[in-house]
């Protein structure tokens, strides 16, 4: 891909401020709010937030972030604990079927090894 190809374009219907929240500790919220091409906020659409934290493990960080059903930060901030663990859960549900995956594509690939002699 030539430098040419690469389509460079701002929605300019879609644009957000950004904000962020924390509490210095494990808490990041971030408030989207939508704005007009002429920074003005657009009242027509809803302000969005993320919720983001860090879990450690053996292998280092791993990022958790899920959005918030919230129309204030003060909701945002009351729904972060639910969908930090909503988010954490489904993490781990997936990290399970890539193991069970893993697991069986391996348990498949030494079914197909002929050992000669036996």
Do not use: W
């Amino acid at each position: 891909m030539t430098e040419n190809q690469i389509e460079f374009a701002v929605e300019k219907n879609n644009l957000y401020r950004e904000e962020s929240f924390t509490d210095l500790k494990t808490v990041l919220i971030r408030c989207l709010t939508p704005t007009n091409p002429d920074g003005t906020v657009d009242e027509s659409r809803e302000k969005v937030f993320i919720g983001h934290t860090q879990l450690m493990s053996p292998q280092g960080p791993l990022p958790l972030q899920a959005p918030l059903e919230a129309a204030t930060l003060s909701e945002a901030i009351e729904k972060f604990p639910e969908a930090m663990h909503k988010a954490m859960a489904e993490m781990i549900e997936n990290v399970k079927k890539i193991q069970q995956e893993q697991e069986k594509a391996k348990q498949e690939e030494e079914s197909r090894i002929l050992m000669p002699g036996r």
